[in-house]
């Protein structure tokens, strides 16, 4: 059996080839991440907070890197970002393919929906750890590299394939789309 790996091989055409990790060892390192966690922490509640802020940190720098290798060119509205982080950014980095659906009428909210999930490769959630949001890490991320560009959003699961759902969604509501300030005027 051939190993799978996180960055695609070869690179579609618009994205650059990135050094590739195994996703096997990937899976088993997140693992060894929440076992951590659990067994520091004890709540499960308070693991969900620790893995979204482990996100969050990791989205403000994420984005820069994705900037710089997707040459990615200013987006105009919620939606287009939404869709280059479906299409671009999973597989430029997690070698997902997402799609984006459930719009709501006014354009703030919709579902990121995947099924393949590199972070969920060997897992088995026991009955005791249901309250547990696997994959909340994600919803750190896209939080994060989002207000590094002006949007402010809340990022949540509802949809788990761990709990038995047949897709993984993650469910993004923009609150706040900033204008770019600079802390400077051209006349001085």
């Keep these: 059996m051939q190993p799978r790996f996180l960055a695609p091989k070869p690179a579609p055409s618009n994205l650059p080839a990135l050094e590739q990790m195994n ?97 969920t490769e060997f897992v088995e959630l026991p009955s005791e750890f249901q309250e547990l949001q696997y994959c909340s890490i994600l919803c750190g991320v896209i939080r994060g590299s989002l207000e590094m560009i002006n949007m402010d959003v809340d990022v949540r699961i509802v949809g788990d394939m761990l709990k038995g759902d047949e897709v993984h969604e993650l469910r993004l509501r923009l609150k706040e789309q900033k204008n770019e300030e600079f802390p400077y005027k051209d006349d001085e």
């Design 23 to 119: 996703a096997e060892v990937f899976a088993l390192t997140y693992g060894s991440i929440i076992r951590q966690l659990l067994s520091d922490l004890e709540d499960l509640g308070e693991v969900n907070k620790q893995l979204d802020k482990m996100g969050y940190n990791i989205g403000i720098r994420l984005i820069d890197e994705f900037l710089a290798k997707s040459k990615v060119s200013r987006c105009s509205n919620f939606r287009e970002t939404v869709d280059i982080i479906a299409k671009q950014a999973f597989l430029l980095f997690l070698n997902m393919q997402c799609t984006v659906s459930k719009w709501t009428q006014d354009g703030n909210e919709c579902s990121l929906i995947f099924t393949d999930n590199p972070l």
